[in-house]
């Protein structure tokens, strides 16, 4: 068992090393990836399995709450503030595109709402927060990181030639790149891409260039993972109180109100992701400075390698066959609702910004 969460920790540091290499594919996801290619070269079996399994729940939930030590309310302020009604709006939109849609294709409740929620929020970071929430399979979750990476992939490399060629404002292009662009180190691709293709002219009137304002937006957008959290979180409790009361929790064949009156409080108990508070916790002090700005980098990395190690234990649940057959209609959604952000963002900066 301690083998398979070593060799997740070694799959983490060369995913981390490729991932800082270039700035288009996180570390993160390479670690997803590397650990798919070798389980399907060597399924990993017995002890070696649980480790691996070890690693994709506990390293997964650890990342998450250090995760929350990155995150900062105050990001929400100038800029960043303008575009949340936005941000907003595009959350509402993704979830509801991907439930619509995705209920027709046939694809898994617990999938819709990682491919809805990656792609409202922040990609990976938001499909491994909200899978340990909603108690999503790794075949789910890894569906929705390969419909999230290869939309990702394309608005990266693509949408700094796209806002030159419609010749957006610095301002204009940081909404779109911030607000459309799913994983963080796509947007800070993006933006540099941007800035370079503008020159002085991705100066904007307050001194930002576009890339920084894309960057300010991304961030804004990343904050809105704690309030998603939290609303499936209570979603969640709600579900399994009912799923319980049900069944009869207390073993008996009382009716469903009495199972609500008498087990809400031990349901709640057994079925909250405790981490997730944990999570809050440490953004709320993150918020008011309680970690100083100089240990910032060390947290980052630090919450990267660690949901790096926990993806690399996801991809040994996943079989290649599957991906690209079970996997289809999960990346098929995950188009529909990356082109629903993505139209919904123009929308924005042409009709709105512009007035």
């Not at 079996?45 to 900062?72: M, P, Q, R, Y």
């Not at 010749?167 to 891409?193: C, H, R, Y």
């Not at 002085?200 to 957008?221: E, F, H």
């Amino acid at each position: 068992m301690l083998l398979g969460v070593v060799v997740c920790v070694i799959i983490a540091f060369i995913a981390t090393y490729l991932g800082g290499l270039q700035r288009v594919i996180g570390g993160p996801m390479i670690g997803l990836f590397i650990g798919m290619l070798v389980a399907n070269i060597k399924p990993p079996e017995g002890d070696f399995k649980d480790g691996t399994t070890f690693a994709a729940k506990k390293f997964l939930n650890l990342g998450i709450i250090v995760t929350g030590a990155t995150l900062s309310f105050k990001e929400i302020v100038g800029f960043g503030a303008s575009a949340l009604p936005l941000i907003i709006f595009n959350i509402a939109l993704a979830l509801g595109i991907a439930y619509l849609i995705g209920g027709k294709l046939g694809v898994s409740k617990n999938t819709r709402t990682l491919v809805g929620g990656g792609t409202s929020i922040c990609g990976g970071t938001a499909i491994a927060t909200l899978s340990s929430i909603i108690e999503a399979k790794e075949s789910e979750m890894a569906y929705a990181l390969t419909a999230i990476f290869l939309f990702d992939i394309i608005a990266a490399l693509g949408f700094p030639y796209l806002g030159r060629a419609l010749a957006l404002s610095p301002e204009q292009f940081g909404v779109l790149a911030g607000t459309a662009i799913n994983d963080t180190s796509s947007v800070v691709a993006a933006a540099d891409t941007f800035d370079k293709l503008l020159g002085n002219l991705s100066m904007s009137a307050s001194g930002l260039t576009g890339g920084n304002l894309a960057v300010i937006v991304k961030l804004t957008r990343t904050t809105m993972l704690v309030v998603l959290a939290i609303i499936f979180t209570f979603i969640t409790i709600n579900n399994k109180r009912k799923s319980l009361a049900v069944q009869g929790i207390n073993g008996s064949s009382s009716s469903i109100d009495d199972g609500k009156n008498e087990s809400v409080g031990k349901i709640v108990l057994r079925v909250f992701p405790w981490f997730i508070l944990i999570f809050v916790i440490m953004a709320l002090l993150n918020t008011i400075g309680v970690f100083p700005e100089s240990t910032a980098p060390f947290i980052k990395k630090a919450s990267k390698f660690l949901v790096t190690t926990a993806l690399a234990g996801v991809g040994f649940k996943i079989n290649f066959k599957d991906l690209f057959t079970k996997g289809i209609k999960p990346i098929m959604l995950g188009g529909c609702t990356w082109i629903g952000l993505c139209i919904s963002s123009m929308t924005y900066i042409f009709f709105i910004m512009t007035k």
